[in-house]
């Protein structure tokens, strides 16, 4: 069973790698989800544009920079997933401090790196 994934910071815009994420995302067969400022569809994943309560997230990917995250630290906690991938641009060592004392793991490491040499 292929496990969720949450885009952080998804974007409707085509030239952005979170988009691209999600494109790839879906291309592999990766239960997708998505929240970004805007409303939208993108390969057909609907991204919110608020803190949704989505259930079983394995793996949320940040497309976020750090001072952006702040605002989703306890909304990223309370999803409780196994891990946390952190795409170049977006490192926090505040955010790995909270992840690591929650048990919850993570990764600098590039989304679409790691599903084009089928690492993810």
């Known amino acids: 069973m ?10 409707l815009k085509t030239s952005r790698y979170s988009n691209l994420a999600i494109n790839r995302l879906v291309k592999n067969g990766q239960p997708t989800v998505a ?5 939208g569809m993108v390969d057909g994943v609907e991204i919110k544009n608020e ?7 394995n793996t949320i990917t940040l497309y976020l920079n750090a001072k952006r ?3 989703y ?10 891990r946390v991938i952190f795409n170049p641009g977006t490192e926090n060592p505040e955010l790995y401090k909270l ?5 919850i793991d993570y990764e600098n490491a590039c989304t679409l ?4 040499s089928q690492q993810y």
Do not use: W
């Open 2 to 11: 292929k496990k969720k994934t949450l885009v952080l910071g998804a974007s």
């Open 35 to 39: 929240i970004g400022l805007k409303k």
């Open 51 to 57: 803190k949704y309560p989505f259930e079983d997230i």
């Open 69 to 71: 995250q702040q605002e």
């Open 73 to 82: 630290y306890d909304y990223i906690i309370s999803l409780n997933p196994e």
């Open 99 to 103: 992840l690591q004392k929650n048990g």
């Open 113 to 116: 790196v790691m599903l084009s």
